[in-house]
């Protein structure tokens, strides 16, 4: 069965930085999209990156220039780095995989993994 697992969630301070890490199994990244989500408490799941099975990239404004999204097909991983960042990052963060192409829309990813904190606080 497929899986994907995320890590690298954590306690920081603003302006601090964490490398979100989403290990897939069962599956060749090669040939699908990973998206990153996150949902803080209260508030709807929201895109926050996705990185396509030919390697194109996609960011929502809110974390433009301060989060980069990367993948190590050799690792079958795929990294989310977060820069700069902000109280309102607060969220669990989950990544997610469809075939190919990204998309914004939760309901055509086919798996996620189970989330990992990100608390930016001081």
């Known amino acids: 069965q497929v899986q994907l697992v995320e890590s690298g969630g954590g306690l920081v301070q603003p302006g601090g930085s964490l490398r979100l890490s989403c290990a897939a199994s069962?599956?060749?990244?090669?040939?699908?999209?990973i998206g990153w989500f996150r949902q803080a408490p209260g508030k709807e799941r929201e895109g926050v990156s996705c990185?396509?099975?030919?390697?194109?990239?996609d960011y929502a404004d809110s974390i433009k220039g301060r989060f980069t999204i990367s993948r190590d097909n050799a690792k079958n991983t795929v990294y989310l780095q977060m820069n700069s960042l902000k109280p309102e990052d607060t969220a669990v963060y989950y990544c997610?995989?469809?075939?190919?192409?990204?998309?914004?829309?939760?309901?055509?990813?086919?798996?996620w993994g189970q989330g990992t904190q990100v608390t930016v606080s001081s």
């Open positions: 997610a995989q469809r075939y190919r192409r990204c998309s914004w829309y939760t309901r055509t990813y086919d798996y």
């Open positions: 069962r599956f060749s990244l090669a040939n699908y999209a």
């Open positions: 990185i396509s099975s030919d390697g194109s990239t």
